[in-house]
């Protein structure tokens, strides 16, 4: 039996990292998602009101987790939007294509705990174990 | 637990011998007494990987105050033969151009004090914070790429402070040969919205006072007297330095294969310095520190105008002269002279300060006789300090030395240490004011998430390449 999807902090001195374990490579990305949001803002806090399509390519998988994650923040960033839904059409070792489902920043209900100004590379991997799919990643904040 | 082996070749500094693949020894900067946090982080084995990067001339160099970051460690310092080397986006960090300024201000601690609750409100209010925070002022594309190409010099002809004092700035405030057409169209996207902002993490804009004078000429060479109201603002470059570095990383994660440059951490990416991966990256990133620049001048003002109106003076009466500003996250062309040979290099500082000694050129004529300023801010709690360069940077450290206290904690465990407590109230019974975003952020941030930065300084003013001029204590802050 496959295992759950889950991600675990990691203690890092200046930044925020993951461990992210996931049954299957969709289900990593869109457990990483969930990580990213996880650290900007209370994932419950959001609602699933409006959807964004997102499609990144990269030169292997790992390098395409960065480039997922570093969309996503994007949009955060410059259309102030938060997502907790990741719908994963397509997914290979260097394509993503997804719908992602959020909503607009409202300070009223949503706790911003940082700004993530990065995803790095650094202690980055994507590997794929006995019962799923394991990564780590940091965030710079 | 690092297991690296050090020599100890003085009390202060430590070497990791050249070992395996790298090319030049790493030199850490540190008392005995402060080894142990350094050893407990991953962050010496980062100094070490950086002497694998080709071209580096002398030592990979880490500052009193490194702690692991990604790639280079943060109080990393790195110089590439210009010829030969390479250059690094991971080696200058996300915010490209992070730095201080430091203002003085004609006011006294008696003065200010009794209205430091209203200053800190009014300038929570007139300075932008926080995270996705918008500034005052809306770009159009073409004034973007002018603020891209001059920098501190773009806020002052949009009214923004004064030009007689790009001169106390690094490199006037506007870094040459800063190239537009290299900067994505993502990077402006995040940028354009954020120029005249504080940001997040551990930017901040504090006022304080000179609590103590160490060096007395230098003190009035710089104006600074005991009990003076000063300024510091910590800020960078924001989004639109951190897509640049990401925009670049993602270049530099190809170039290594088609140079065949062998890294021990993804994160080191890097390209030679001639080639033209390596000059579009320098194009944009000299777009990035010219945005930082643009940035800090435009808050010194607000700052200026939310004095002069608490404080019910006219701003010639309030002063907040610019004492100097530094970049502490950045990459520049620099000559020193290695191995008795004079050479030209590429100088990364990675949360490390330039320091260069009285009579260098690029020092200001006020300062020629005492040496340019260095601020190292410290933590929320305690004390900063203001340094002059000395010597031995030009002899030891490619004319640099350390950027602030370091943290000692992750953000997770200093979350976990101030759960229960009320860390705005305690600082508040020592007398300091705090406003902050969020309170994530400020707990973040508390003091002892930080090393003691006087252990920091005192170890490079013993290693004689920054020497102490006075201290900064705080009396309110604002957070982002």
Known sequence: MKSASSFVPIDHTADVGYRLFAPTLAELFVVAGRALFDAITELDSIQPQYARKIAVGAEDVEALLVAWLSELNFFCITEFELYNEFAIEVISATTVRATVRGEKIDPARHVIQTEIKAVTYHELFVREVKDGWEAQVIFDV | ?480
């Open chain 2, 1 to 480: 637990m690092s297991e690296i082996k050090l020599n100890k070749l003085a009390g202060y500094l430590w070497e990791i011998p050249q070992q395996g693949n790298m090319l030049a020894p790493a030199r850490i900067y540190a008392t005995e007494k402060m080894l142990k946090d350094i050893l407990a982080d991953n962050a010496p084995q980062q100094a070490a990987n950086v002497a694998h990067l080709p071209g580096i001339v002398g030592y990979s160099l880490a500052m009193p105050d490194i702690h692991w970051g990604y790639g280079f460690p943060i109080g990393g310092v790195a110089a590439f033969d210009v010829n030969s080397g390479v250059i690094s986006p991971g080696g200058v960090g996300y915010d490209i151009n992070c730095g201080v300024r430091l203002m003085a201000s004609d006011l006294t601690r008696d003065e200010v004090e009794p209205k430091i609750q209203d200053l800190v409100k009014t300038l929570f209010h007139n300075v932008p914070t926080g995270v996705g925070s918008s500034g005052k002022v809306k770009l159009a594309q073409k004034e973007l790429e002018e603020v891209m190409t001059k920098g501190a010099l773009w806020a002052i002809k949009n009214g923004y402070g004064d030009k007689d004092e790009l001169e106390f700035i690094e490199e006037r405030g506007q870094m040459d040969d800063a190239d537009p057409a290299k900067v994505s169209k993502k990077a402006g996207d995040r940028g354009r919205p954020q120029l005249g902002t504080l940001g997040s993490g551990n930017h901040f804009l504090e006022v304080g006072y000179v609590a103590q004078i160490f060096n007395a000429r230098a003190a009035e060479a710089l104006g600074l007297f005991q009990d003076q109201i000063t300024v510091i603002i910590h800020c960078g470059s924001r989004g639109f330095g951190h897509q640049v570095c990401e925009d670049y990383i993602g270049v530099m994660d190809k170039a290594v294969h088609k140079y065949g440059i062998t890294l021990p951490d993804r994160q080191l990416c890097c390209t030679p310095i001639n080639s033209p991966e390596g000059q579009s990256y320098l194009g944009a990133m000299r777009c990035a520190i010219n945005f930082a620049f643009a940035n800090r001048q435009m808050i010194a003002h607000w700052t200026r105008e939310t004095f002069s109106k608490v404080i019910n003076k006219a701003p010639k009466y309030i002063g907040l002269r610019t004492i100097y500003e530094v970049a502490h996250n950045i990459a520049k062309m620099e000559d020193h002279i290695f191995d008795g040979k004079q050479m030209t290099v590429c100088v990364h500082r990675k949360g490390a300060t330039r320091a260069f000694p009285a009579g260098h050129p690029q020092v200001p004529e006020a300062y020629q006789e005492v040496g340019q300023p260095v601020l190292i801010p410290g933590d929320m709690g305690r004390y900063s300090y203001v340094l002059i360069g000395a010597e031995g940077s030009m002899e030891q450290t490619f004319g640099s030395t350390c950027h602030g206290a370091g943290r000692a904690m992750s953000r997770n465990k200093a979350k976990k240490t101030a759960q229960g407590r009320n860390i705005t109230r305690e600082l508040a019974e020592k007398g300091i004011y705090v406003m902050g975003a969020s309170r994530g952020t400020i707990d973040e941030e508390i003091p002892e998430a930080y090393k003691d930065v006087s252990d920091v300084v005192d170890t490079c003013h013993y290693a004689g390449i920054s020497r102490k001029v006075a201290q900064l204590r705080p009396l309110g802050c604002i957070k982002g």
